[in-house]
C-alpha cells in the first residue's frame, strides 16, 4: 500500500503564491510519475503537472510559467510552487503517484486532497 498526503492548501489572494507538498509513505519498490492534478466545483479533474523520476515534466497549458513542480525522491516528496495565482486556480488539488510496488505490482495511487481557494 501507498498513502500520499498532501499539505499547502490555503486562502489566498489573487496575485500571491503557495507551495503544495505531497509525501509518499508505504512500502513499495519505486515511484516513477508523481503529479498534481486539480478539480474545480463542476469541473472534471484535470491535470496541473507531472514529473518524472529523473526530473522531466510537463505542464498544463493554463498554469505555464506560473507552476512549477518539483519533487526530492530522498524524501518520496513532490512540490508545486504555484505564484501569481488567479481566481480560477481555485479547486482541490491532488496528488498522483505511479509506480513499482513488487516485480509484478505497478500502483497508481491518489491523495485525498488540498483546497486551494484564490480570492479577488
Known amino acids: 500500500q501507498v498513502q500520499l498526503k498532501e499539505s499547502g492548501g490555503a486562502l489566498v489572494q489573487a496575485g500571491g503564491s503557495l507551495r503544495l507538498s505531497c509525501v509518499a509513505s508505504g512500502s513499495f519498490f519505486r515511484i516513477n510519475a508523481m503529479g498534481w492534478y486539480r478539480q474545480a466545483p463542476g469541473k472534471q479533474r484535470e491535470l496541473v503537472a507531472v514529473i518524472s523520476a529523473r526530473g522531466s515534466t510537463n505542464y498544463a497549458d493554463s498554469i505555464k510559467g506560473r507552476f512549477t513542480i518539483s519533487r526530492d525522491n530522498a524524501k518520496n516528496t513532490v512540490y508545486l510552487q504555484m505564484n501569481s495565482l488567479e481566481r480560477e486556480d481555485t479547486a482541490v488539488y491532488y496528488c498522483?503517484?505511479?509506480?513499482?510496488?513488487?516485480?509484478?505490482?505497478?500502483?497508481?495511487?491518489w491523495g485525498q486532497g488540498t483546497q486551494v481557494t484564490v480570492s479577488s
Open positions: 498522483n503517484a505511479q509506480g513499482i510496488l513488487t516485480l509484478t505490482d505497478s500502483f497508481d495511487y
